[in-house]
Every structure is written in C-alpha cells, then in structure tokens.
C-alpha cells in the first residue's frame, strides 16, 4: 500500500507540474501576443498622433530641427485658417456629390449585375463571369490611358460625369455580392416564381433584405474610394468648380515663394480624414459582416 500511495502521489505531482506548465506557457504566450499587438498598434497609431500634434503647432516649431511631440503652444486657429483657406465647403460638397451619386448608380449595376449572375440562366454565363473576373488581375492604373483618351474624346473633361462615369463598374463588388445571393436557397427563387413574382420584385423583397449588410459594405467603400481618389481627378476635373477634396488640400496652403504652411495643412488634412474615421468607427461591424457573409474570409 506504501509503494502504491508513493506512486500516487508522484503520479499527482508530476500531473500538477504538466498543469502549471501548461498555465504558464498559456500565461507566456498571451503576454507575448498582446505585446506584439500593442507594438503594432503603436506603429499603427504614432502617424495620427504626429499628424493631430503638428497641426497644433506653429509654423516656426514645426521647422525646428528637433521635433517636440507636444506642441508648446496650442494653435487651434489653424483649423479655423485651413477651412477658409482651402475653401473647404466647396471641396466637401464637390466630394459628396461625385461620392453619393457614383455610389447610388454603381450600386445599382452591382445588383442587377449580380442577381443575373446568381440567378438567371443564360447561354455563356460562367464564360461571362470568368472573363470579368480575369479583369480584376489587370492593374487599375493600366486603364488610366485609354479611359483618359475616352473621356477627352467623348467631351467629357472638367466635368462631374468624367469622375463619376469609369467607375461605375465595379467586377469586385459584383463577384462580392454574387457570393452573397448564392446563399440565399434558390427553393425561395422557385417559390416566387411559381406564385408569379417577377425577377425585380423577387429581388427587391427578398434578396436585398437579406443581403443588406454585404450591401452596406459595398456603400461604405465606394464612397471612401471616391473621398481619397486622387490621381483621376487630378487628370480630368483639377480645375476649380470640380475639384475634389484631394486635390484641393495639395496646393491651397502654399505661398508666391514655394513655401507651404504644414501646421495649416495637417489641420486641413485632420478635418478631411475625421468623416472617413467616423464612418469607419460606427459601421465597421457591417464591413466585417458583409465580407464573411460572402464567403471570403481574410
């Protein structure tokens, strides 16, 4: 019995060691994994900080050989100056325009387009489908050219149509919520069918509803691709009444002599990038959402 208990209780201590191995090894790897993520987001974050704190400085701290991060003097006027200065009502509106009205006419491309390619059978559908998906490999700048060519022929330069118009398609938007309609059971499809719903009231009563959060996502970054375009707009509407908000921060704060007024600017660029905050802050759950409820998963 001696010998028994002996080995019990070796058998008991060597388990209790395994388990507070096991915990500090859990332990370790926490600590370790929170460290990296709070690394990161060190790095992550210091871009924003450094860009809140030099638009509170003066222009003569911001120059100072060695940087200070935290300005000596608070300079809130400089927001006041940059919104004045770079007239930034008529950039936000010009913006919001192209942003609201590119955003409604490709989401209704992205719909009709991808509830046909869900749903309606057609002769070389799958072909169809493949060779819009073999787009998405082609760089995006490579149709700068010809687009560029397109628009100045048809007219169209120093318009709102030639910043709304090529990117009313978009082949990933489409092959996103094509995902998302194959889900729904196509028993429903049938069901409708037999009871006479048409295609467009099927679509609008009962696809849509259930796909509304992949759709929101689709809102949400089409109109952020739209507030940060940059280089198009410089191309073929960089003029005055349709500059966009940009463009407009990139010369606004420079004087006769070259010389820029950086306090100023990154006041200017703080205000630009707080909607685009905001959005992402309150909707973020709804991008996350409508990309796992597609079936792509990153």
């Known amino acids: 019995m001696s010998k028994t208990n002996a080995n019990n209780v070796m058998q008991a201590r060597d388990i209790q060691k395994v388990s507070v191995g ?8 926490k600590t370790l994994t929170y460290a990296f993520l709070l690394i990161m987001a060190l790095i992550v974050l210091f871009p924003f900080y450094w860009m809140i704190i030099s638009s509170l400085k003066t222009l003569a701290e911001y120059r100072q050989a060695v940087p200070t991060f935290w300005p000596r003097q608070i300079m809130f006027s400089n927001y006041v100056e940059a919104f004045t200065t770079a007239h930034l009502g008529d950039l936000f509106l010009n913006t919001l325009y192209v942003g609201l009205v590119s955003t409604v006419l490709s989401l209704v491309i992205t719909v009709l387009s991808a509830f046909a390619f869900a749903r309606l059978e057609f002769k070389g559908k799958e072909t169809l489908f493949g060779a819009l998906l073999a787009t998405m490999m082609i760089p995006g700048e490579l149709f700068t050219i010809t687009n560029y060519i397109t628009i100045n022929q048809l007219g169209w330069m120093h318009t709102f ?5 090529p990117f009313l398609v978009s082949v990933f938007y489409i092959y996103l919520l094509r995902q998302n309609f194959m889900q729904i059971p196509n028993e429903l499809y049938l069901a409708a069918k037999v009871d006479g719903t048409s295609d ?10 259930l796909a509304l959060p992949t759709l929101i996502s689709i809102t949400i970054l089409k109109m952020m691709g739209a507030w940060n375009s940059y280089i198009w707009p410089k191309l073929v509407a960089n003029d005055d009444a349709h500059q966009m908000i940009t463009n407009g921060l990139r010369n606004a704060f420079t004087d006769t002599s070259g010389q820029a007024n950086y306090p100023v600017q990154m006041a200017a660029v703080a205000i ?3 909607p685009l905050f905001l959005v992402f802050l309150c909707l973020r759950k709804y991008i996350m959402s409508g990309v796992s409820r597609s079936g792509i998963k990153g």
């Open 272 to 274: 630009v990038s707080a």
């Open 22 to 29: 096991q915990k500090i090894g859990k332990v370790l790897s």
């Open 161 to 165: 149509t030639a910043l709304i118009v």
């Open 200 to 209: 467009i009231k099927y679509l609008w009563k009962v696809m849509i509803p």
